[in-house]
Structures are given as structure tokens and as C-alpha cells.
């Protein structure tokens, strides 16, 4: 079984969120990573500064096997973008919750992340997934 940060939140897509103050860092989970297997590109759509809801896509990442939508945890304002990604997508996997990092977005309303798994029940929804 994977550990998964017990400080972190996590929703069933596979994205999680660290909540440090009002500034969510949200990426993709170790679980998704191993899913997608070699990850080729990474496209963050939003600038900083701009608006997300949560529940938007605000990406997509790309692998040799499948291409996946990356959807927002949280609603606020887009305060940071991993950039690195563009010419290293490879980050993601090597580092999914230090270096590989997505997004940086200071949160409207920190109750959204009420409905958000823990580690325990993330670990729970994906054990025995893709084994």
C-alpha cells in the first residue's frame, strides 16, 4: 500500500490539495502517476492571477498510455504555476507532492475541501486499483 501525505486532501480524480493558510498546492497523486506510467507533457491552462471553480479543468496531463483532465479541488485565484513542467513533465513523477507540483491557487472558502478524502480514504479507494 502507498503512503499518502496525512496533511494533504485528496479527491477521487486523483488530484490532491495542501491546504497552508489560504494557498492550496494542488497536483496529482503517486497512485495516478503510477496509472499514467511515463508522463510526456503537462498543460496548465490558467494564468496566474486568473479564477478557477472548483471542479473546473484547469489542465491536462499527457502519458504514453492516456491523457488525463486535471479538475480544481478548490474555488480562488491562481497565485503560482509549476512552469518547470513545460520542459520537464517528468517532475511530476519523479516528485508528485515536492517538485511536481501544478498549481498554487489561494482559496475563496476552505470548507470546499469538507468533501475531500484523507489519506486514509483516498488509500482505501485506490488500494487494489491497477495492482
Given at each position: 500500500m502507498a503512503n499518502y501525505p496525512s496533511d494533504f486532501r485528496y479527491l477521487d480524480t486523483?488530484?490532491?490539495v495542501w491546504l497552508d493558510?489560504?494557498?492550496a498546492t494542488i497536483g496529482i497523486t503517486s497512485f495516478a502517476v503510477k496509472e499514467l506510467g511515463e508522463i510526456v507533457f503537462v498543460e496548465l491552462l490558467?494564468?496566474?492571477g486568473t479564477a478557477v471553480e472548483k471542479?473546473?479543468?484547469?489542465g491536462t496531463i499527457e502519458s504514453v498510455k492516456a491523457v488525463g483532465e486535471l479538475n480544481s479541488p478548490v474555488?480562488?485565484?491562481v497565485v503560482e504555476r509549476n512552469d518547470v513542467l513545460n520542459d520537464e513533465p517528468e517532475v511530476v513523477s519523479e516528485d508528485p507532492y515536492g517538485e511536481g507540483w501544478l498549481l498554487?491557487?489561494?482559496v475563496?472558502?476552505?470548507d470546499e475541501l469538507n468533501d475531500a478524502l484523507t489519506a486514509d480514504q483516498y488509500?482505501?479507494?485506490v488500494e487494489g486499483q491497477g495492482e
Open positions: 486523483h488530484e490532491y493558510g489560504d494557498i490558467p494564468k496566474v471542479g473546473d479543468e484547469f474555488t480562488g485565484t498554487k491557487v489561494r475563496n472558502n476552505p488509500s482505501a479507494l
